[in-house]
């Protein structure tokens, strides 16, 4: 290795480690510009002395439902002290009182104390503090779908929407968002009436749209020329095929740590090489963790096929031997794998009306048999 290569004990190829890290919130973030417009919209009566506009936020993991809400977050609380912007995740915080904690912590910053302290207590500081300093308050639940598995979802959005019945002058609004795009959420009458989400839809991104992400998050974390167009261009192939943004974030941190340990000032194809072999199927893993019974059998069902031109119609047959399975209800899962980007579906032009469809793993099958024996 040239000397010039070397790297001095305190030198080192990133300008921002954070640009790697999940909970960074970039300045440019390509290809959602629509969606935050979108949640800026929900928001902006509230900057108006209104009520913000109750949300719905769908999209598949990783399409940039959570860095959106955050950024827009982040930018509203530096322009306006008028509205207060919580965000929680509920696959952490699933109980009434876990809840209303964090948003104390966010509006009066402190968490109450875990024991010996009513939830009316918290409550009522809450929305009091609200009323005196006249803001509005948004709440983001994240994964909004573990308070229905709980069953704290319709007490949780009745005390948020709810509150100006018991505070006058309270303003509140919710935005709830759900990754599991086969979720259908059952809140009560006398809280469905008054939640009346407008919807704001992530969809997939394409493998372009990840590489122009991934090159702001270069741009960001790396110094200049430490890594090739041709290897962002791998990472971001390689993103693709995982179906997840966060893979391809994941593994530039750790070809940037590989590279700085080896004291070397560039990326190599050794030191990709290396990550690719260390780096594991996370995203893909959560996925199938996330899938039905009958999901993960018509997965494995495609799995042992080893038919190159699976047809849709021959599949069912197959899943369907014991007859308890419609059609629709096949159709929806074969959907839903191709939503998560674990499947590829080609319409062959064949079959009746031309609408014959090919079914094509998008996975290694060892891959797969790997995580599901790890789940």
């Known amino acids: 290795m040239n000397i010039d290569d070397i790297l001095m004990h305190d030198e080192t190829i990133f300008k921002n480690r954070e640009a790697f890290n999940p909970n960074y919130v970039p300045d440019n973030f390509p290809h959602?510009?629509?969606?935050?417009?979108?949640?800026?919209?929900?928001?902006?009566?509230?900057?108006?002395?209104g009520k913000p506009l109750n949300t719905l936020v769908l999209g598949s993991p990783a399409t940039g439902k959570t860095t959106a809400i955050k950024k827009v977050f982040q930018k509203l609380e530096e322009r306006s002290d008028k509205v207060a912007c919580v965000y929680v995740n509920c696959q952490i915080h699933t109980t009434r009182f876990n809840i209303f904690s964090q948003i104390q912590k966010k509006i009066l910053g402190y968490l109450p104390p875990e024991t010996g302290i009513p939830f009316s207590r918290v409550y009522q500081n809450i929305m009091r503090h609200l009323a005196d300093e006249k803001k509005a308050l948004v709440v983001a639940l994240d994964d909004v779908n573990y308070l229905?598995?709980?069953?704290?979802?319709?007490?949780?959005?009745?005390?948020?929407?709810?509150?100006?019945?018991?505070?006058?002058?309270?303003?509140?609004?919710?935005f709830a968002v759900i990754s599991d795009i086969e979720f259908r959420y059952l809140l009560d009458k006398n809280v469905d009436s008054i939640f009346i989400p407008q919807e704001i839809v992530f969809d997939p991104y394409t493998q372009e749209e990840m590489r122009d992400i991934l090159k702001e998050r270069v741009k960001a974390g790396f110094y200049p020329d430490v890594?090739?167009?041709?290897?962002?261009?791998?990472?971001?192939?390689?993103?693709?095929?995982?179906?997840?943004?966060?893979?391809?974030?994941?593994?530039?941190g750790l070809?940037?740590?590989?590279?700085?340990?080896?004291?070397s000032k560039t990326i190599t194809k050794e030191h990709l090489k290396t990550a690719l072999k260390n780096t594991s199927s996370i995203s893909l893993k959560n996925t199938i963790k996330t899938l039905s019974s009958d999901e993960k059998r018509l997965l494995q069902i495609i799995m042992v096929s080893g038919d190159d031109d699976l047809i849709?119609?021959?599949?069912?047959k197959l899943l369907n031997k014991a007859k308890t399975l419609s059609y629709a209800s096949f159709d929806r899962i074969l959907n839903k794998l191709e939503f998560l980007r674990i499947i590829?579906?080609?319409?062959?032009?064949?079959?009746?009306?031309g609408n014959s469809r090919v079914i094509i793993l998008r996975f290694d099958t060892k891959e797969i048999e790997k995580c599901m024996d790890n789940i």
């Open 148 to 174: 229905f598995h709980s069953k704290n979802a319709n007490k949780i959005f009745y005390d948020i929407l709810r509150a100006h019945e018991e505070f006058e002058g309270v303003r509140t609004g919710l």
């Open 344 to 353: 590829d579906i080609k319409f062959t032009g064949k079959g009746m009306k």
């Open 312 to 316: 849709a119609g021959n599949l069912y």
């Open 255 to 263: 070809v940037g740590n590989i590279a700085e340990a080896g004291a």
């Open 227 to 252: 890594i090739s167009e041709n290897f962002l261009d791998k990472i971001a192939e390689y993103a693709w095929s995982m179906g997840d943004l966060r893979a391809g974030i994941n593994l530039l």
């Open 32 to 49: 959602r510009e629509s969606q935050i417009t979108s949640l800026i919209f929900s928001l902006r009566p509230a900057l108006r002395g």
